[in-house]
Structures are given as C-alpha cells and as structure tokens.
C-alpha cells in the first residue's frame, strides 16, 4: 500500500518505533509465523517459523519486547487472545506489505498495564474481529480490513493511533481515552441497514482528520473533539453535529484499489498531503537519449526510459519536421538509425495500471558530421634526438593537415591505408612538451574532422645541465 509521509505520521511512527524498546532491552525480540511452518520442528526463527500465532505467543517469554512476524499467505487464527500484561507483544505484522492474510479470526488483545503498546502493520484482516481490552496503547497502520472485519478498542483507557488503512465493508468502533483517525479509506459498498464506519461512543479527546467516508448509513456516529478535513460521499449521515467547513462532500473518485483518480477533490486537500490512505501519485514518465555515431546523417538512436513503472504500457513515435510519422514501437528500449539529417519529435505515450494516459515529447537536431575519422599513434620517440615516428589510420579520409605544436605544419593526402611518416621535433626549446592536432579532410561531403592528442610527446633539451661554481675571497 502506498501511503502517506506528512510531517504528523512520521513524527507518530517515530515515537510507536522508539516506543518498541523496553528497559533492560536493546531491541524487541523477533518470532516468525509462516502457513508452512511447523509448530513441532519450527523454533520461530526466519528459517524455521511457526505455524501458529498460539505457538508463536507460548514461545514469547515474559519480560522482554517481542515483534511477530508474518510470512506471505492466509492464517486463520480462531480465537487467540494475547496477554500484554505477561508477555510484551510490540507488534504483529506482515513481512510484505499486505502479503499476509488473517482470515475467520478473533484476536483479543488484553491490557493490564497501561505502559504497554502493542501494533498492527502491513496485514490484510479479512471476516475477522480484533478486541482490544484494559489500559493500552494501540498502534494500527498501513492494513486492509474487508468482508466485515470489525475493530473495537472497548475501553476509554484505551489510547489509539489508527493510519492509513482502508475499511472495506469494514468498521471500527473506539471507546476510547484518545485516539487519532487519519488518513484512512473507509468504504461500504454492501448496503447494511445501521452500518457505520467509525464509532465514537464517549472519547474523551479524538481527532479524525483526512480520511474517506463513503457509502456508509453513518460515516461518523457517536461524539468526537475534532473531525477536519475529511471527504464525506454517499453516506446515508456524515456526522450528527455540523462539520467544519474543511471537510468535503464530494465523490473522492477511487479507483477498485482505493487510489485516487487525476481530478479527484482529496488530491492534495489535506494540509500537505491527500485525502484518503492511498496517496495520489501522478502519472510520471521521462527518457532520455543514447546517440551511437555511424557517420554521415545516420545516427542510431536509442531511447531509454526512467520513471515509468506506474505504466502498464508504452508506446513510442518518432515525426519528421513536417509531423510525419517515420517510426513507431512498443519496446521499453529500442534502436532506430535516423534516416536523414533534420528536426525530430520524439514521443512517448504510456497507459497507467488504474488507465490513465500520459504523453511526452523531447526534441533533437541531427546534424551532418563528418564521416572522416581515425587515429595517430606514436610509433617511437628520441627524447634525445627529436625524431618520433608517427602511424595514421583513417576513414573516409582524402588528405591530413597535422600541426606538431613546434610551430611546423605538414599537408599531405592520404592513400587510404596505413601511412608511417617522421618529424623531427627541435631540442633547444625551454619547453620540451608538444601536442600534437591534425585535421581529416573529406573532399566529397567538403569537411572535416578535428583531433587534439592529449598526451603530449616528450623531448629532452640538450642545453640543459647542471652548473656548479666556486668563489673565494682573500
């Protein structure tokens, strides 16, 4: 699930993590649960999960922190309930996100302590119920609770932190000290006489902020302090009282994952983030360019992409100057040699998974270069004498101009194969570093092709010495 990171929820989560440390311990102690593990050969490591959350609580010993976690796949639990008094239970969670499935379970989490803190992450909870009982801190984030999953924290010295996760067919009710709604999807698309999707029967201090109510009979039933910036559709009764004027009455526009659609009114209405436990994340898709030079107007071309694994499709084009179409493809990446030289529009055109379409272009000149090119190698070099043999290799290449940086030139032309020739540097310069540039000329296409060595050939100045004198004074 992609979820929100306003200030707020990191701030909360920061404090559940640092939370999860206990005195006397460094950090929680962790124990697996896999569908294919075993309650007789497992020892609850990684390698070795349980199959049972039962095993998996007998096998966490009192006093010290414990984290449960849950491989991929579908557990039903029966009923379970879990003794936070005996045996600190910081958190249940998936590996994966969502990968887990608590199924025809009833999980009863009892308190007796009221500095203990227990949490419920990345899982989907499917025709199942959770109870939280006695003084408590709960911490729900990032779930799917569908097919009637009912929640209830029935004690007001529960205190509850409930984030980013969506409700399907689903509800809640916290009769609680305090607790903090935000930023999650509730959506009823049964109809249920009675139905609601959040109940607040006597919270002391609760603020719902940023969530999604939609086709509820009661969005909101019972009392709360705080209820802003919220989006409200198709519910038979929003809230009993007036509601602030930064909520919203308007279709969210979700797509069957609970996502916003482009144009839905959650998109960015919640202070500095969206409405809803699935942020808005905008169709988004940029390339770049690899350009192979094969002389002359052809280039090979090759797109590559970046930034677009939100879509499930792709397709390029590539149109002339005139806004004919030359080319066309459905790779990720592919090649293609531009015909000739000119102005070119390059367009990508992709289909998101929720079937949004998004287009781009990008635009390149190509050029008439040069066909001439090769190399010049340095056979041998007389640091002593000056004489340094040279080796030229070329194409498409009529005639050279070198310059030796010595202040001589040479313009000869060129058989078209391999040519060995000599030059003869001076020995008397201060400066004894020369670099060398030469000059490929092709008569036909009437260019040329410019190449500066940048190691410079080295000769030793035969004036310099080391001189030594000596004075006396009588």
């Known amino acids: 699930m992609k979820t929100h990171s306003t200030l707020r929820n990191l701030a909360i989560k920061a404090i559940m993590l640092a939370l999860l440390w206990v005195p006397g311990t460094l950090f929680a102690q962790i124990v697996y649960i896999s569908p294919s593990g075993s309650d007789l050969t497992g020892n609850g490591s990684y390698e070795m999960p349980f199959k049972t959350l039962q095993k998996a609580l007998d096998n966490c010993n009192n006093n010290i922190s414990w984290n449960i976690y849950l491989f991929d796949g579908t557990y039903d639990f029966d009923t379970t309930t879990i003794s936070i008094a005996s045996q600190s239970i910081n958190s249940i969670s998936a590996i994966n996100t969502n990968g887990a499935t608590i199924k025809n379970s009833k999980l009863i989490f009892d308190f007796a302590q009221t500095n203990q803190y227990t949490s419920f992450i990345n899982l989907v909870i499917d025709s199942s119920s959770i109870e939280f009982s006695g003084a408590g801190n709960v911490y729900i984030s990032d779930n799917h609770f569908k097919n009637n999953t009912y929640i209830l924290a029935k004690n007001n010295t529960i205190t509850a932190d409930v984030l980013n996760n969506i409700f399907e067919n689903s509800n809640i009710e916290l009769d609680s000290y305090s607790a903090t709604i935000t930023n999650n999807t509730f959506v009823r698309s049964l109809s249920v006489t009675g139905s609601y999707a959040l109940y607040v029967p006597q919270a002391e201090s609760i603020s719902i902020e940023g969530n999604i109510f939609k086709g509820y009979d009661y969005a909101i039933a019972g009392t709360a ?6 989006c409200f559709f198709n519910n038979t009764t929003n809230y009993p009282s007036s509601l602030d004027a930064s909520n919203i009455f308007a279709d969210p526009m979700l797509y069957s994952d609970f996502s916003l659609k482009t144009g839905s009114p959650c998109i960015g209405a919640y202070l500095d983030s969206d409405i809803g436990a699935i942020a808005y994340v905008a169709p988004v898709c940029s390339f770049k360019f690899t350009y192979v030079n094969n002389y002359g107007a052809n280039y090979t071309f090759t797109p590559q992409i970046t930034n ?18 030359i080319k066309t493809s459905t790779d990720n990446i592919f090649t293609y040699t531009m015909p000739e030289t000119g102005y070119y529009t390059i367009t990508l055109e992709g289909t998101t998974v929720n079937s949004e379409t998004y287009s781009t ?34 194409l498409n290449t009529d005639s050279v101009f070198l310059s030796f940086g010595d202040l001589k030139d040479t313009v000869f032309k060129y058989s078209g194969t391999e040519m060995l020739f000599t030059h003869k540097y001076p020995t008397y ?25 940048p190691t410079p050939i080295t000769i030793k100045n035969k004036y310099c010495g080391i001189y030594s004198s000596t004075t006396s004074e009588t």
């Open 308 to 325: 677009c694994n939100t879509f499930s499709t792709l397709k390029w084009s590539v149109r002339d100057l005139n806004n004919n179409l």
């Open 225 to 230: 302090q705080n209820v802003k910036y919220n």
């Open 429 to 453: 310069w201060k400066y004894s570093d020369f670099h060398t540039i030469y000059y490929l000329y092709n008569i036909t296409k009437k260019c040329s092709t410019e190449i500066f060595t």
């Open 361 to 394: 272009n990008q635009y390149i000149t190509v050029y008439n270069t040069c066909p001439a090119n090769g190399t010049l190698e340095t056979m041998s070099v007389n640091e002593i004498t000056g004489l340094v043999k040279f080796k030229l290799t070329a």
